[in-house]
């Protein structure tokens, strides 16, 4: 089965230094996202912060938490629809 999450981040938050450049020019930036058991006072249970390297993990060095999102159950044998996001084309305050 199927499930869907749906999130945010804030891109302020992002270490440009992380992002890499693939070999066709995309530019990519490695996420850890995880689903806590519970939910917080906003509905959310997905975690989302910038991939460490194993030496950061291993120095225990502070995480680089990006935002969060919802793991979307069913309800019924459906699933809830999240609500729809809304767009902003002022591309001036993306940090990349």
Do not use: C, H
Request: charge should be negative.
């Amino acid at each position: 089965m199927a499930k869907l999450i749906t999130a945010s981040i804030d891109v302020t938050k992002i270490d440009k230094s992380r992002i890499i450049e693939g070999r066709k020019g995309g530019k990519y930036l490695s996420l850890t996202l995880w689903v806590n058991e519970e939910d917080d006072q906003f509905g959310n249970n997905v975690s989302i912060e910038q991939s460490q390297t194993k030496e950061e993990r291993d120095a225990n060095s502070p995480k680089n938490y990006l935002g969060n999102g919802k793991e979307w159950r069913g309800n019924g044998g459906g699933v809830k629809k999240p609500a729809p996001a809304t767009v902003i084309d002022d591309d001036d305050d993306i940090p990349f």
